[in-house]
């Protein structure tokens, strides 16, 4: 069982910055993959950035590469993404998720989840 904690989300305004943070706990952190989605009103969720359990790899959305970058702390049981140079499109819940077995890009890989946490963008 990994239970997983999102923080940092909040308001912003176009071409700002935010950090988000997932803490999570339960299982070995240092053993799964970790995925950051997002989910727009009336829209399905998408694939937002992974990272693989040592941080070596890393994979991202087209939509957001270059502007978004996701990192883990092994000794702190935390994953992060840095949002930078945010629009109105980015505006959605943002949800951490935790994959035991790979490094997946899709949602149906992943086996569990945080409850998610607000990100608002305005223009």
């Known amino acids: 069982q990994v239970q997983l904690v999102e923080s940092g989300g909040g308001l912003v305004q176009a071409g700002g910055s935010l950090r988000l943070s997932c803490a999570a706990s339960g299982r070995t952190f240092s053993s799964y993959a970790m995925g950051w989605f997002r989910q727009a009103p009336g829209k399905e969720r998408e694939f937002v950035a992974a990272i693989s359990w040592s941080g070596g790899s890393t994979y991202y959305a087209d939509s957001v590469k270059g502007r978004f970058t996701i990192s883990r702390d092994n000794a702190k049981n935390t994953v992060y993404l840095q949002m930078n140079s945010l629009n109105p499109e980015d505006t959605a819940v943002y949800y951490c998720?935790?994959?035991?077995?790979?490094?997946?890009?899709?949602?149906?890989?992943?086996?569990?989840w945080g409850q998610g946490t607000q990100v608002t963008v305005s223009s």
């Open positions: 998720a935790a994959d035991l077995s790979q490094l997946a890009t899709t949602d149906v890989g992943y086996d569990y």
